[in-house]
């Protein structure tokens, strides 16, 4: 038998008790025909000293039933504490899970939608130094076509994420496109301008710089700049870059651009490595892209 249970009646019952035997006894008295001096006496000492255990019994009982309701209430708040902290631990789980599954249905679609044989990695470290920036990916199967001298593409569902490095095992070097050392052939998908997109290899912030953007082209901040397909090292069509800054010259050949990447690194978990090339593009070219060496429309 749990006391926790029957403590509040039995503590009532018993502040009770006092009150209640004065009453008795009172009632008793007064049935009697006549009452003697000393009878008299006691009940005008008893009276208030019933009136007063009746409301000091009350008190009790009263003060006793708070705090006996504080104690479940706080064992009450303790468990709803830690079942609201378990809830809020599924709600976080299925929140990861779903963006999760997001990502690797965004990727299966574009496996599905891309005209050449990709071959899908996970990210598993980062290296950041001074004008070098590389990411190492885990493949989920061999290819042969994945050497350390293929500088192969690789794209996630957002855009461009640079080409491939130095193979060992299933494990690649991945060179963003924030390199300093790398680079990609574009065009503004908003007027068809053509430019170079070139990591700036700032260690504060991934940005790029836009090369060769003639000074006459129309170009503006938020234009997003997509690959140009020429030199079939890239798709054509992929989100590179978005405008951020642009530097407007009254002289010179090319105008000063900036972008930033589609692609958030700093959360890049899946990627897809393009393992064989995409169509040709007009004049068969099938070296890889290289930045123009004279002006370009």
Known sequence: MSWKRYRDGVIVLLALAVPFWFL????????????????????????????ASAKLAGGVSGFVSDYVYLVDVKE????????????????????HLQEENRRLRGLLELKNHTNADVVSAEVISKDT?????????????????????????????????????????????VQLVVDAGSGVDVVVERTGARGFVRGTGDETKYECQVQYVQRTDEVDVGDLLVTSGWGRR????????????????????????FAEPTVDFSRLREVLIVVTESTPTPGGESKPEEGPKTSRR
Request: charged share 25%; hydrophobic share 40%; net charge neutral.
């Open 24 to 51: 008795r006894t009172s009632m008793k008295d007064r049935e009697e025909a006549q009452l003697s001096g000393p009878d008299k006496l006691i009940i005008r000492i008893v009276t208030p000293i019933q009136f």
């Open 76 to 95: 009450d708040n303790t468990s709803l504490a830690a079942e609201n902290a378990r809830l809020e631990a599924e709600v976080s789980k299925l929140a």
């Open 129 to 173: 130094a001074e004008f070098f920036r590389v990411t190492h990916v885990s493949l989920d199967r061999p290819s042969r076509e994945i050497r350390s001298d293929a500088h192969l593409p690789v794209i996630t569902l957002d855009g461009v994420v640079g080409t491939t490095g130095r193979v060992a095992g299933d494990t690649v070097e």
């Open 234 to 257: 890239f798709p054509h069509g992929i989100p590179v870059a978005k405008v951020s800054r642009v530097v407007k010259r009254d002289f010179g050949t090319y105008q000063q651009v």
